[in-house]
């Protein structure tokens, strides 16, 4: 594969919103257990499996899931965090070298930032702000003097709504509040000017009377700079308000997508309805069948999963075929998509079937 070509400015400006910034194809990950040990028997954990997307400038895109569904590990992946087992990730338009040296790499970080779950962990805590927001500033060759490094510094405090920002530049991590740590974060990724953020779970550690801000902020931010969003949450509810695409995700297995808009009104696969019927929602049509799914059994192991599609023993619907082989994708229309053998043309008769009785 080629890498990353350095000099991106010089390419077409991407301002049609339909031209992706970022792609994913056929992403698996896989863990070995044995420790590189060749006298055990190889073990893996499955973390995931066959991932295609595709994020867009100005758009955000949901990506949701229980806890062990393997969305982190989709976003380390596209951080380069981690390799993948196999699979190739597209840089607007070309595939990225995934075994570039450390040059390449970090030339990669300057366009793609990744904003992690915890603000506790994520800041050192023996540095203070100047220092955690300066750092990539000048790594990156944002600036020539230290005085354009102070600017840039008390701008990107701003841009967070961090103000006066004079009086946050010398605070250290414990002397500021989880939503501030965050907002620090965000400001540290902003700070090589990226084109694509990738927000694990954002707002999950922070003080529910505060997530809503913290939102708001990255909307502001995906709309003002055009910013390519993937936002990875397991509230499925929030993922209306804030992306306007949506991916489901079970066991390391994609299983549906489209519109948020649509995958909250009409959801298609059985584990999209499940999310929604434990997301309390009163503006939810409810008559589509929504809150009927019975919540039954658990996430499965990655070590040994189930074979063909993983929901098939929590499947109030599943048919022989499930348990046998995953679903290809079905298109529904409007950009709207599942893999379930429910949609599909081979087993609709005898899902219809199994239906009335």
């Not at 694509?196 to 801000?213: K, T």
């Not at 390391?252 to 997301?279: D, N």
């Not at 809150?291 to 929901?311: H, K, M, W, Y």
């Amino acid at each position: 594969m080629n890498s990353l070509n350095p000099s991106h400015r010089s390419l077409p400006n991407f301002e049609d919103n339909s031209r992706p910034v970022l792609e994913a194809e056929h992403l698996r990950k896989e863990f070995p257990l044995n420790g590189g040990n060749p006298f055990k028997a190889r073990s893996v954990v499955h973390a995931v499996e066959d991932a295609s997307f595709a994020l867009y400038p100005g758009q955000a895109t949901a990506l949701v899931g229980e806890s062990g569904s393997g969305k982190t590990t989709v976003a380390r992946m596209l951080a380069r965090l981690y390799d993948p087992t196999s699979g190739t990730i597209r840089f607007r338009g070309a595939p990225i070298s995934l075994k570039g040296g450390s040059a390449a790499l970090r030339e990669y970080r300057r366009h793609v930032q990744l904003i992690f779950q915890d603000p506790f962990g994520s800041l050192n805590p023996i540095h203070d702000v100047r220092y955690h927001l300066s750092r990539p500033v000048k790594l990156f060759g944002h600036a020539r003097s230290e005085e354009e490094v102070t600017e840039q510094v008390l701008a990107l405090l701003r841009r967070v709504s961090l103000s006066p920002a004079e009086q946050f530049i010398q605070k250290f991590p414990h002397q500021l509040s989880g939503g501030q740590r965050q907002r620090i974060a965000i400001a540290r990724a902003l700070a090589v000017q990226p084109e694509v953020l990738l927000a694990d779970e954002p707002v999950s550690m922070l003080d529910v009377s505060i997530r809503l801000d913290i939102l708001n902020l990255l909307l502001r931010l995906k709309d003002e700079e055009r910013l390519a969003l993937l936002f990875i949450t397991h509230d499925i509810a929030s993922a209306r308000y804030f992306a306007e695409n949506t991916l489901v995700m079970y066991a390391g297995q994609m299983v549906e997508g489209g519109p948020s808009e649509e995958i909250i009104q009409a959801p298609k696969h059985p584990y999209t309805q499940l999310l929604l019927s434990a997301a309390p929602d009163p503006d939810r049509i409810t008559s589509k069948g929504v809150t009927d799914v019975a919540a039954r059994g658990e996430i499965p192991s990655l070590i040994n999963p189930p074979q063909g599609c993983r929901f098939h023993p929590r499947c109030p619907h599943a048919m022989p075929i499930c348990k046998q082989q995953f679903p290809q994708r079905t298109d529904l229309g409007n950009g709207h998509w599942t893999n379930c053998f429910l949609y599909t043309k081979e087993t609709a008769s005898e899902a219809q079937s199994a239906a009335s009785k």
